[in-house]
């Protein structure tokens, strides 16, 4: 083989990680977000369902203030989690492809 098409080689091999670790990326992100999402609304809905048992003022306070910080902190992870997986991605996914296409080679095998 040249020089020449190794070098080609290598590019696609290059090109074809790097799409594959911005979709895994990609379905990392959205998985993150739907379940920031899913938190908010669970908690909100719980709130909303219990409010009207709840008369002691007292009470409300601290479980607002509880929501809103389990809400706050969770949230905060995961956008520290997500910048941290978009300024580490290829060394993240790029082992964990490397390691489910070494599983496919011995399945093969």
Do not use: C, Q
């Amino acid at each position: 083989m040249t020089m020449a098409k190794a070098e080609a080689l290598a590019a696609g091999k290059s090109a074809d990680l790097e799409e594959r670790i911005d979709r895994m990326h990609g379905r990392d992100r959205l998985g993150a977000m739907a379940f920031v999402a899913a938190l908010w609304l669970v908690m909100l809905f719980v709130l909303f369902s219990i409010w009207p048992a709840i008369t002691n003022e007292g009470i409300r306070i601290v479980l607002i203030a509880a929501a809103v910080l389990v809400l706050l902190f969770n949230s905060a992870a995961i956008v520290a989690l997500l910048k941290h997986y978009s300024e580490d991605k290829h060394f993240i996914y790029g082992l964990d492809l490397k390691h489910l296409d070494e599983m496919r080679r011995r399945r093969r095998a």
